[in-house]
């Protein structure tokens, strides 16, 4: 009993610690968006700024456009998610009922490529858009996007098509429903929660991307949320902190929304699969 008790307490207190680590960052970025230009240069620094101010973020959006790079942001992640789930929910369920060779292969190529660093894809990448006329353009930063969450999306689709007995379907079948209609009432609605949680992860992938779109896009009017902040940073690699934490931020805000709202959606596809099963 207290073997299993004084584990558990080292469970609970690896957590914590785990959880102190990665708050650290983010809870440091909140205290130096509020500090004011004397405090962010004294020798003595603070968790809590002494006298808050909201003049980083004023100076933030006067200096940057900031507004019009998060709208190129949500562009274009909204449409890079919406279309790798279109592509990757089709896919994912033949590859889950059909286990063939080929399905073998496929999951064996998701696998792969995870593996490659962006380093050895950007140059040929750049050289095929450019073909396509497609660089500094939102389009073309979008097909770089789908295909490089499709992969992941897809591997995190099949996953929750196993999921899904395919008991239901053959019950569906024999009570007269057709193949589109078994999909569309019976497995569509289980499905649903891992599809917006799968969405939601190949949103944040593209909202916080930073290295195709500084290859990709040129011009300031193009330039998503990342690219942006980087401009808070001079040419001699002085950064103007105030402004840069406090545009960080905002950029980090809807990231962690959504990651809130993928929880609950994760969690109600697995109590929903366990009590329809």
Excluded: C
């Excluded at 949103?203 to 980087?230: G, R, S, Y």
């Amino acid at each position: 009993m207290r073997t299993s008790t004084s584990g558990r307490v080292g469970q609970y207190a690896a957590l914590l610690a785990y959880l102190v680590f990665l708050a650290f960052p983010f809870l440091w970025l909140v205290s130096t968006a509020f500090k004011s230009p004397r405090e962010l240069g004294s020798l003595h620094p603070t968790w809590i700024p002494r006298d808050p101010t909201l003049d980083n973020f004023r100076q933030a959006f006067d200096e940057q456009p900031l507004l019009r790079a998060a709208g190129n942001s949500l562009l274009a992640a909204l449409a890079a998610a919406v279309i790798a789930v279109l592509i990757a929910t089709p896919l994912a369920y033949v590859m889950a009922r059909h286990r063939t060779r080929l399905a073998k292969a496929a999951t064996g190529w998701v696998v792969v490529s995870q593996a490659f660093p962006l380093v050895l894809v950007i140059i040929p990448l750049f050289l095929v858009l450019k073909n396509l006329r497609l660089i500094n353009s939102l389009v073309g930063l979008v097909m770089v996007y789908v295909v490089w969450a499709l992969p992941f999306a897809l591997w995190m689709l099949v996953g929750y098509v196993r999921a899904v007995p395919a008991e239901l379907e053959e019950a569906a079948a024999v009570d007269g429903a057709g193949r589109l209609r078994t999909l569309v009432s019976v497995t569509a609605p289980l499905l649903a929660p891992g599809i917006v949680a799968t969405a939601l992860f190949a949103f944040i992938t593209a909202w916080n991307e930073f290295f195709f779109a500084l290859v990709l896009l040129k011009t300031a009017d193009k330039q998503t949320l990342p690219v942006v902040l980087t401009h808070f940073i001079g040419a001699e690699g002085v950064a103007d902190l105030g402004p840069l934490a406090a545009a960080a931020f905002l950029a980090t805000l809807p990231s962690l929304v959504i990651f809130a709202i993928i929880q609950r959606r994760i969690t109600g596809g697995m109590l929903t699969g366990a009590v329809k099963s």
